[in-house]
């Protein structure tokens, strides 16, 4: 088989209830090997479309290919028990009364001896061979989860679907899990698609992310691109705090308080939204009341009083008023940054690190 046939694509699926389309023609493709994240909040049509593809939810149109062989469309549907699709969902539950390697093995074909095999193999895998002879209530809820997943993985699905797997899990578990499952996927070359509604875990775990909002996918790339480039001030708002400044376009530029910014191919008269990430603020002390010398890929430094700073852990968290028209702006800095609420200071905004949206 051609190296360059998806592992899974779908296209165009589409789902209502009650006549309201909760997946409303959504396309993607997974090469093997490859995880993909469909994250996008609570809602959106996530776990529906995993629904569709796992076969226990039938599109109203659309068609699902794994491999280049179509499974399902709306005449023509594989089964879901035929389908070669691992699953992985936060009630991931065990079965509380087989043992570890029964579980594992529950969807094993073959003979008691092959099976066996396949099991050590996995278990080895997950690190716990040395509870193959152990019942689930003797595992720690990260443990149940790496059985859960040699559990999927053990018939060698060619996809492997995930909803929201890691969320049952307390945090300091949950990045070891994650990086764990993630290698362990790499290694058996599985196509996979996670769906989270948590950045974090998105931004983490996949080489390509799919941003869904109300059924449909609005912007889909790798994590850094997905990040750095985001298609709406809502796609900015989803993986972090955001600044905005409005302003109004006059000659494909807007004009701030924090100097002017490009806004090519914007009409005259369009109001925009100028969005910026707390971490890209630029602080500056007061001297002698004024700030730094504008600079071509700063611009002007606006005026600014200390309202609020808080100790993150990783970073501080400052909360600021405008002196231009009260608003409030939100800067983090790296470690300990604590001015006191009253402070003066000056605060700029990297030309390359904010974003410039017309106002919908
Ligand atoms: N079987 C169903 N019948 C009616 N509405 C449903 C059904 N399944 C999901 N929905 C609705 O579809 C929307 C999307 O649900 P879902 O795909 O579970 O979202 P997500 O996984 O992104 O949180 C929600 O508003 C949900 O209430
Ligand atoms: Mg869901």
């Keep these: 088989m051609s190296a360059s046939v998806p592992r899974l694509e779908i296209k165009d699926l589409r789902r209502s209830y009650g006549g309201r389309a909760v997946v409303d023609g959504v396309s993607l493709q997974i090469m093997p090997g490859q995880v993909t994240c469909l994250l996008g909040p609570s809602g959106c049509g996530k776990s529906t479309t995993l629904r569709m593809i796992a076969g226990v939810e039938m599109q109203d149109s659309g068609t699902i290919h794994v491999d280049g062989n179509l499974i399902c469309d709306t005449v023509f549907r594989v089964p879901p028990e035929r389908r070669e699709i691992g699953l992985m969902f936060q009630d991931f539950a065990l079965f509380p009364h087989l043992s570890v390697a029964d579980n594992v093995a529950f969807g094993l074909k073959g003979t008691k001896a092959e099976k066996r095999v396949r099991v050590e193999e996995l278990l080895k895998r997950v690190d716990l061979l040395r509870f193959i002879d152990g019942y689930p209530h003797q595992l720690s809820g990260g443990e149940q989860q790496r059985v859960a997943l040699a559990r999927a993985l053990a018939p060698k699905p060619r ?75 809502a796609a900015v708002a989803f993986f972090s705090d955001a600044n905005v400044v409005e302003a109004v376009v006059q000659g494909a530029l807007a004009q701030t308080a924090f100097g002017r910014f490009l806004a090519p191919g914007v009409a005259d008269g369009t109001a925009v939204q100028i969005v910026f990430r707390p971490q890209h603020v ?79």
């Excluded at 578990?173 to 996979?192: F, H, N, P, Q």
């Excluded at 007061?286 to 730094?292: E, F, V, Y």
């Excluded at 008023?321 to 003066?344: E, I, K, W, Y």
Aim: aromatic share 8%; hydrophobic share 40%.
């Design 282 to 360: 630029r602080i500056d002390f007061d001297r002698a009341g004024r700030g730094p010398n504008p600079t071509a890929k700063e611009g002007t430094p606006a005026r600014a009083v200390v309202s609020r700073a808080r100790f993150m852990g990783s970073e501080s968290l400052v909360e600021f008023v405008m002196d231009h028209d009260g608003s409030t702006l939100r800067a983090t800095v790296p470690n300990v940054f604590l001015p006191q609420p009253g402070a003066v200071m000056w605060l700029t905004i990297p030309r390359d690190r904010c974003f410039v949206f017309p106002m919908t």
């Design 159 to 233: 996809i492997m679907l995930m909803d929201e797997p890691f969320s049952g899990l307390d945090n300091r578990l949950r990045d070891g899990i994650r990086d764990e499952t993630l290698s362990i996927l790499k290694e058996e070359d599985t196509a996979v698609l996670l769906v989270t509604h948590e950045p974090d875990e998105a931004m983490r775990m996949a080489d390509e992310i799919a941003l869904m909002r109300d059924g449909v996918i609005v912007q889909q790339g790798a994590p850094y691109n997905v990040y750095t480039r985001p298609f709406d001030r």
